[in-house]
C-alpha cells in the first residue's frame, strides 16, 4: 500500500465505507455501493436539488454478452439490496473477485459517469474480469501510462483521465509527474514494434505512487494497445488472491491506470 500523502484519496472514497485509515488489508465483502444498478435511464439529482444530468444505463446482457451471470444475484431481491450481479463463476466463493464498473470515475466519493450509456456494475471473477479487460484496452487508442500494483497490497485499480488527476485526489506533484510522461514522445511496442501508446512502469521500478521522481525518471515498458493489455492482465494474473472493490476502463485521450 502506497504511505504517505497518496493513501489519502482513499478516505475522501467516502462511499467505500471501511475503507478510510485501514491498513494494507484486503477489502471486505461489506462495501457501501456507491449507488444502484438501475436499468434503463435514470436522473441524477445534483446537491442543489435540480437535475443535472441524465445516466442512461445498459441492460446487463447488453452490456457483457460473453459473461454468465449467477440467476439469484439478479432477482429482486439482490436488485433491492443493490448487490451487483454476478459472474456464474463465484457461486461457490472464489480467491479472486473484483467489482467492475467500467464506466464510471469516482471523484472524491461522487460517481462521474464518463462514457454512455453506462455498463452496470457487476462482480466478476479473475477470467471474466480479464476477459472484459483484454478487449476493451486493446481497442483503445488513447495514451496510457499504467503502474503495475503490488498484488498483496491493492484494493482498487483504476483508470484516470489526465483532467482528472485533482479531482480524483492524485498529489499535485504525483499529478504532474504524470502528465508529463504522458506527454513525452513514445516508440515503437518492445513486442510487436507497432506504434506504442503504453508506458508500463513495473512494481519494481515503481513500488509506489509517491515515488514522485523516479515516476518522472524510471525507463518503463512502452507497448502497443494489445500487448499494454497483455501486460496489465499478466500482472493480474499473478496476483494470487484478489478482491478489488473497483476496477474500471480507460477513456479519453490520455491518463493514468492506477492502484490503491
Ligand atoms: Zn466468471
Ligand atoms: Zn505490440
Given at each position: 500500500?502506497?504511505?504517505?500523502?497518496?493513501?489519502?484519496?482513499?478516505?475522501?472514497?467516502?462511499?467505500?465505507?471501511?475503507?478510510?485509515g485501514?491498513?494494507?488489508?484486503?477489502?471486505?465483502?461489506?462495501?457501501?455501493?456507491?449507488?444502484?444498478?438501475?436499468?434503463?435511464?435514470?436522473?441524477?439529482?445534483?446537491?442543489?436539488?435540480?437535475?443535472?444530468?441524465?445516466?442512461?444505463?445498459?441492460?446487463?446482457?447488453?452490456?457483457?454478452?460473453?459473461?454468465?451471470?449467477?440467476?439469484?444475484?439478479?432477482?429482486?431481491?439482490?436488485?433491492?439490496?443493490?448487490?451487483?450481479?454476478?459472474?456464474?463463476?463465484?457461486?461457490?466463493?472464489?480467491?479472486?473477485?473484483?467489482?467492475?464498473?467500467?464506466?464510471t470515475?469516482?471523484?472524491?466519493?461522487?460517481?462521474?459517469?464518463?462514457?454512455?450509456?453506462?455498463?452496470?456494475?457487476?462482480?466478476?471473477?479473475?477470467?471474466?474480469?480479464?476477459?472484459?479487460?483484454?478487449?476493451?484496452?486493446?481497442?483503445?487508442?488513447?495514451r496510457?501510462?499504467?503502474?503495475?500494483?503490488?498484488?498483496?497490497?491493492?484494493?482498487?485499480?483504476?483508470?484516470v483521465?489526465?483532467?482528472?488527476?485533482?479531482?480524483?485526489?492524485?498529489?499535485?506533484?504525483?499529478?504532474?509527474?504524470?502528465?508529463?510522461?504522458?506527454?513525452?514522445?513514445?516508440?515503437?511496442?518492445?513486442?510487436?514494434?507497432?506504434?506504442?501508446?503504453?508506458?508500463?512502469?513495473?512494481?519494481?521500478?515503481?513500488?509506489?505512487?509517491?515515488?514522485?521522481?523516479?515516476?518522472?525518471?524510471?525507463?518503463?515498458?512502452?507497448?502497443?494497445?494489445?500487448?499494454?493489455?497483455?501486460?496489465?492482465?499478466?500482472?493480474?494474473?499473478?496476483?494470487?488472491d484478489?478482491?478489488?472493490?473497483?476496477?474500471?476502463?480507460?477513456?479519453g485521450?490520455?491518463?493514468?491506470?492506477?492502484?490503491?
Amino acid at each position: 500500500m502506497p504511505g504517505g500523502d497518496w493513501t489519502k484519496p482513499r478516505c475522501e472514497y467516502g462511499a467505500w465505507g471501511t475503507r478510510c485509515g485501514g491498513g494494507a488489508e484486503k477489502a471486505s465483502g461489506s462495501v457501501t455501493r456507491p449507488e444502484p444498478e438501475l436499468q434503463g435511464p435514470a436522473f441524477a439529482e445534483a446537491s442543489s436539488g435540480t437535475i443535472a444530468f441524465t445516466v442512461a444505463r445498459m441492460r446487463l446482457e447488453q452490456a457483457y454478452p460473453q459473461i454468465s451471470f449467477r440467476w439469484r444475484s439478479r432477482n429482486w431481491w439482490a436488485r433491492l439490496s443493490r448487490v451487483p450481479p454476478e459472474c456464474v463463476h463465484l457461486e461457490h466463493g472464489s480467491d479472486w473477485m473484483a467489482t467492475f464498473i467500467p464506466d464510471t470515475l469516482y471523484l472524491r466519493g461522487k460517481a462521474s459517469v464518463r462514457r454512455q450509456p453506462a455498463r452496470p456494475e457487476v462482480s466478476l471473477c479473475r477470467e471474466c474480469l480479464l476477459g472484459e479487460l483484454e478487449r476493451e484496452l486493446s481497442q483503445h487508442r488513447g495514451r496510457v501510462v499504467a503502474f503495475e500494483p503490488d498484488g498483496s497490497a491493492f484494493t482498487q485499480y483504476f483508470f484516470v483521465g489526465t483532467e482528472e488527476f485533482s479531482d480524483a485526489g492524485l498529489q499535485p506533484e504525483v499529478a504532474q509527474a504524470i502528465s508529463r510522461r504522458l506527454l513525452q514522445p513514445m516508440g515503437d511496442c518492445q513486442a510487436c514494434h507497432e506504434a506504442a501508446n503504453w508506458l508500463w512502469f513495473s512494481k519494481e521500478q515503481i513500488p509506489s505512487l509517491d515515488e514522485v521522481g523516479r515516476i518522472a525518471t524510471a525507463r518503463g515498458e512502452e507497448f502497443c494497445a494489445r500487448h499494454g493489455a497483455e501486460k496489465l492482465c499478466a500482472a493480474f494474473t499473478d496476483v494470487k488472491d484478489a478482491n478489488l472493490f473497483y476496477v474500471n476502463t480507460p477513456y479519453g485521450d490520455a491518463g493514468a491506470y492506477v492502484w490503491i
